[in-house]
């Protein structure tokens, strides 16, 4: 059996500051990149962080195969190895 490789993907909700509204942080331990986007507001869904930063990678040609949460995090799981930025 082969077990396939993926790229993992840890996202995280930055809270809103004095100066900054709410945002997107998404970080590629594989590529040593991260990236932070605005927080997306119009989302209605359970997840709106995880449907910011979906939004965000499927829009710069990643595919997305699935997620995970973690204790303050979550990972999306995708078979696109490329650089975030």
Sequence with gaps: M???NFHVLIVKTLPATNTLPARVSIKSERFKQSVVISFNHDI???SPTIETAVAYLTGKGFEIMGKAEGSDHYYLITN???PIK
Aim: no cysteine; hydrophobic share 35%; proline share 11%.
């Design 44 to 46: 209605d869904a359970v």
């Design 2 to 4: 082969t077990t396939p």
């Design 80 to 82: 696109t190895f490329e």
